[in-house]
Nanobody, 115 residues
Framework: QVQLVESGGGLVQPGGSLRLTCAAS????????MAWYRQAPGKQRELVAR???????NYADSVMGRFIISRDNAKNTVYLQMNSLELEDTAVYYC?????????WGQGTQVTVSL
């Protein structure tokens, strides 16, 4: 059974940092493209960052230069380091895996940026 379990969310002030972790029980993790998405209240889910099996990354324009996605294939884990957080980063963050046209989602972790 595939599971993606996110952790690391919480409440932080603007300018602060958080690191999200996604632990994957997923065969073929190393050849999967992993990504973080987020969904704010009343908005559609959007891609935040993606990392391929080869380590190539891409980011949403809104987080470029502030967020860093990385992966540890030995631990079947993907991370999202979030720096200089802004009020607009408040959302539920979801881990996503894609391999050969099949994708899985985690349950999400809440990130709240507030004064």
């Amino acid at each position: 059974q595939v599971q993606l379990v996110e952790s690391g969310g919480g409440l932080v002030q603007p300018g602060g940092s958080l690191r999200l972790t996604c632990a994957a029980s997923l065969r073929g993790f190393s050849i999967s493209t992993m990504a973080w998405y987020r969904q704010a209240p009343g908005k559609q889910r959007e891609l935040v960052a993606r990392i391929t099996s080869g380590g190539s990354t891409n980011y949403a324009d809104s987080v470029m230069g502030r967020f860093i996605i990385s992966r540890d294939n030995a631990k079947n884990t993907v991370y999202l380091q979030m720096n200089s957080l802004e009020l607009e980063d408040t959302a539920v963050y979801y881990c996503n895996s894609q391999k050969i046209g099949v994708q899985y989602w985690g349950q999400g972790t809440q990130v709240t940026v507030s004064l």
